[in-house]
């Protein structure tokens, strides 16, 4: 049972990139998912998340407008569409899912959650 995630790279300012966090071993239509990422020195933030359905989702102030979380039970894969790419997104960038049925929420903290990935890096060049 894993979490994996793919897309990450390096890419020039203002670039984009979709990151994909694919299941194995599980199911992920009853399991909302976030995506986090940790830059060098700095705590783990949380960046996107979406609930079970994709009915719900949210974004951090930091990425509106810029980054699109979105889910396809189908493929039992999550993505994190990253557009208008900043230097300050340079991190490694984690998916984690937990087991939900309410598919009323989505994870804005990382603590306590069923399942993470190994993440990937993402770095942007000025």
């Known amino acids: 049972l894993q979490l994996v995630e793919s897309g990450g790279g390096l890419v020039q300012l203002g670039g984009s990139l979709r990151l994909s966090c694919a299941a194995t071993?599980?199911?992920?239509?009853?399991?909302?998912i976030g995506w986090f990422r940790q830059a060098p020195g700095k705590e783990r933030e949380a960046v996107a998340c979406?609930?079970?359905?994709?009915?719900?989702?949210n974004v951090s102030e930091s990425v509106k407008g810029r980054f699109t979380i979105s889910k396809d039970n189908a493929k039992n894969t999550a993505y994190l569409q990253m557009n208008s790419l900043r230097t300050e997104d340079t991190a490694v960038y984690y998916c984690?899912?937990?087991?939900?049925?309410?598919?009323?929420?989505?994870?804005?903290?990382?603590?306590?959650?069923?399942?993470w990935g190994e993440g990937t890096l993402v770095t942007v060049s000025s």
């Open positions: 979406i609930s079970n359905s994709g009915s719900y989702r």
């Open positions: 984690a899912a937990d087991l939900d049925y309410t598919d009323a929420w989505c994870p804005v903290d990382g603590d306590g959650l069923d399942y």
């Open positions: 071993g599980f199911s992920l239509n009853y399991y909302t």
